[in-house]
């Protein structure tokens, strides 16, 4: 039987050979595009990463060359609500660089607010400018302590450094190492209806011309220059005089030192406040009698009046006073 | 002669041979293209899934998020986180935010908004886009204390930074 098989298939040769020949160039076929086109997209995506790993670390690479330097800085408070800030902004690093923000925080006491400001200020390697920034800090005064910071394209944070400028003039010896800010000098009057309240704390109005119509308190912002940096604290006989240059009596009103709450209210009782080092202080005086809190009465109208800070208490260890002249009032 | 030709032309066993062959090879031809579809198939899913860990992973390289400010009012106990994206991928969107104190307290579905106040409207930053979110504490936090914040990103990036209560 098999015999008899085999010259026929010596003729007509094997198809299980066609199939196999077929079989196997598929599968070569199949073998080869797949496994050449997962190769050639691994390689692709491999070279995207690798792409995408260099530039991540340029990216890190220019952020920390990035040097930017602010300094200079002198913050002023023009009108309620605004801060001005003067600075000197130098590119120190080889790349170029864009300022984008500037951010402001204020502090005063336990009140802290802030604000933003969007810039668009270029800076070439090398270039220095000196814009002025207006800041929208809701709220803000020209007391307390102020800081600053730019934020440039690459996400730095750049501090504004601020250099503090004692005149030299007020706090020389014979002078004192008080600083009254003479051009922010304000007054307050008293809410409706309250005695102790007073209206619009810690703004307050910034004049030299007050209203005798009612009775007032006065905001006076101190600084404490003292050269050894030590600690100023007033104590309850620290006053605000208004010398009244006339005949009659009375001649002059003055007005205790007091402690307000943030909410404006008076406290009762006055307790010490201290000035630390070049830390600009509002200080109010209110009160007609010395530690506990009585309203001062009002003041005659049409007069003029030359007003003399009367500072006592401590500087460091030592007693200290200091008398600051210059103010002059129109009571109308 | 007439009965050899005759036998030759009726003789059907070449004839199963050749059909056979086809059948066989058709065979062949059909399960390879089914090897063929399966594998492509496979291969394409491997692609795909091997393309989509690398493209997120190309998008998370690329993720940049500066903490411009970190502002905590003690009034009402919130804090406001600034951000800018200073990276070079667009729609950087935040996942979560978490603040250490004594333990991780984590916030999620924030609102993003853009510094002046107003909502943005795809809740993602772009490249040089700035923006904040507003974490509401359920507790107070002690004044002068640092506190560490850390943002997490949907691509799953993480950015550190701190503030003084």
Not at chain 2, 23 to 43: D, E, Q
Not at chain 2, 104 to 122: A, E, H, R, V, Y
Request: charged letters at 15%.
């Amino acid at each position: 039987m098999i015999r008899g098989l085999l010259p026929r298939k010596t003729r007509f040769g094997s198809s299980k050979g066609i199939s196999t020949v077929v079989g196997t160039i598929f599968l070569v076929l199949a073998v080869f595009t797949i496994s050449t086109s997962i190769f050639l997209y691994t390689l692709t995506q491999n070279m995207l990463y690798n792409q995408a790993v260099k530039e991540s670390h340029q990216l890190d690479l220019d952020r920390f060359s990035e040097r930017i330097v602010a300094y200079n800085t002198n913050y002023s408070v023009p009108q309620a609500g605004k801060v001005e800030v003067k600075v000197i902004i130098s590119n120190q690093g080889p790349l170029s660089a864009q300022i984008i923000t500037a951010w402001v925080t204020w502090t005063y006491g336990n009140d802290r607010k802030y604000g933003s400001q969007t810039l668009n200020i270029n800076l070439n390697p090398g270039d220095t400018v000196t814009p002025t920034i207006e800041v929208t800090v809701p709220g803000v005064l020209p007391a307390g302590v102020f800081n600053g910071w730019l934020v440039t394209a690459r996400g730095n944070l750049v501090a504004l450094e601020e250099k503090k400028v004692i005149v030299t003039a007020s706090v020389a010896y014979g002078v004192g190492s008080i600083m009254m800010d003479l051009y922010n000098f304000r007054y307050y009057k008293y809410k409706s209806g309250t005695s102790n309240v007073l209206d619009k704390y810690p703004q307050g109005t910034v004049s030299f011309y007050i209203p005798s119509s009612d009775p007032v308190a006065f905001g006076v912002t101190l600084t404490n220059f003292d050269e050894h940096q030590r600690m100023i604290t007033l104590d309850p006989n620290s006053l605000l005089w208004v010398i009244v240059p006339v005949s009659d009596v009375p001649h002059s009103v003055w007005w205790y030192i007091v402690n307000v709450y943030p909410n404006g209210t008076i406290a009762p009782r006055y307790s010490s406040v201290s000035l630390k080092y070049g830390e600009p202080t509002l200080i109010i005086f209110a009160s007609s009698s010395c530690l506990t809190f009585t309203q001062q009465r009002k003041m005659r109208s049409g007069e003029p009046a030359a007003v003399n800070l009367l500072l006592h208490g401590t500087i460091g260890d030592e007693l200290y006073g200091q008398n600051i002249p210059f103010v002059s009032l129109y009571f109308n | 002669m007439v009965r050899r030709t005759l036998r030759k032309c009726f003789d059907r066993r070449a004839v199963s041979q050749v059909i056979s062959a086809v059948i066989l090879t058709g065979a062949a031809i059909a399960l390879s293209m089914a090897v063929l579809a399966w594998a492509t198939s496979r291969s394409f899913d491997y692609t795909k899934d091997y393309g989509e860990v690398t493209d997120s992973e190309i998008a998370r390289l690329k993720e940049r998020l500066t903490v411009e400010c970190v502002f905590y009012d003690r009034s009402s106990g919130n804090i406001s986180i600034y951000l800018l994206n200073c990276g070079g991928i667009d729609n950087v969107k935040i996942q979560s935010v978490h603040l250490k104190s004594n333990t991780w307290q984590t916030f999620s579905s924030l609102s993003l908004k853009f510094l002046n106040g107003t909502t943005i409207p795809d809740q993602d930053l772009d490249r040089g886009e700035e923006g904040y979110v507003v974490l509401f504490l359920s507790n107070t936090l002690e004044t002068g204390v640092y506190y560490c914040i850390r943002i997490v990103t949907e691509r799953g990036s993480l950015f550190d930074s701190g503030f003084v209560a």
